[in-house]
Every structure is written in structure tokens, then in C-alpha cells.
């Protein structure tokens, strides 16, 4: 069994409010050198909480994210070699609208099919 570790990626439209709505998952096994993140944006329930939001805008900075945990240059984000210290700094607190929740941790076989179960069972199926 893997050791890992993980938080729940939140869309968070209107800090004032506390509300948001879970969007994504980044996943860090060091054991196996993996570093995942994996998003999922369900937009009516997006507009629910916000109604002018902008998807397009929100899946743009998904996917920077996602880029950055992978090592690719992302503009805006900086560059950071270690993948214990990229999974510290996507999940430390950021007042953005992107925020991650508290760090979980776990044991899996497979990190990556974790990954996806969690994104599965923590932001919900495919619409």
C-alpha cells in the first residue's frame, strides 16, 4: 500500500458568502512520485451559487493548475521542481476563487485510480 495524500479543490464564487461548490481533487503520493490534479466543473450547479460566473474563466485556472502540479510552465505560477513542495504550495490558503480545502490522507495501490475515485465520489459524476 501507497501512502498519499489529498484536498478537495472548492470553487469559492463570492468569498463573503462561505459558499462553494467542490470542483476538483489534487492527489500527492510521494512513495510513487505522483502529483495529480483532476477537476470536474458541473456548471448548473455552478450557476446555482453564482449565476454570473464565468465557466470559461474558472476552467482556464483548472486547468493552470493542473498544469503546474504536472511541471509544466504555467504563467502566473511559479516554477517549483519539487512535487512535495508543489503539492504544499496548490494546497496552501489562497483567498482566490480557487481554493483548496484541508489535506486528507489515505493508502491506495494506485494513486492515479485514486485520484479519480476521489474525484468520482467527492465532486460527483459526469453530467
Known amino acids: 500500500m501507497i501512502g ?3 484536498a478537495v479543490l472548492r ?3 463570492a468569498v463573503e458568502r ?9 492527489v500527492y503520493a510521494q512513495m510513487a512520485d505522483h502529483l495529480e490534479i483532476a477537476w470536474r466543473l458541473r456548471p448548473a450547479l455552478v450557476r446555482a451559487i453564482a449565476p454570473t460566473i464565468d465557466v470559461v474563466e474558472i476552467e482556464t485556472a483548472l486547468t493552470s493548475l493542473a498544469d503546474c502540479a504536472a511541471g509544466r510552465a504555467t504563467p502566473g505560477k511559479p516554477e517549483i521542481r519539487s512535487l512535495g513542495a508543489r503539492f504544499g504550495w496548490l494546497t496552501a490558503p489562497r483567498s482566490t ?3 483548496p480545502g484541508p489535506v486528507h490522507g489515505g493508502l491506495t495501490d494506485d494513486p492515479s485510480a485514486e485520484t479519480q475515485r476521489l474525484l468520482d465520489r467527492l465532486i460527483g459524476p459526469r453530467a
Open 4 to 6: 498519499y495524500q489529498y
Open 18 to 26: 462561505e459558499e462553494f461548490v467542490n470542483v476538483g481533487v489534487v
Open 11 to 13: 470553487l469559492v464564487p
Open 97 to 99: 476563487s480557487i481554493q
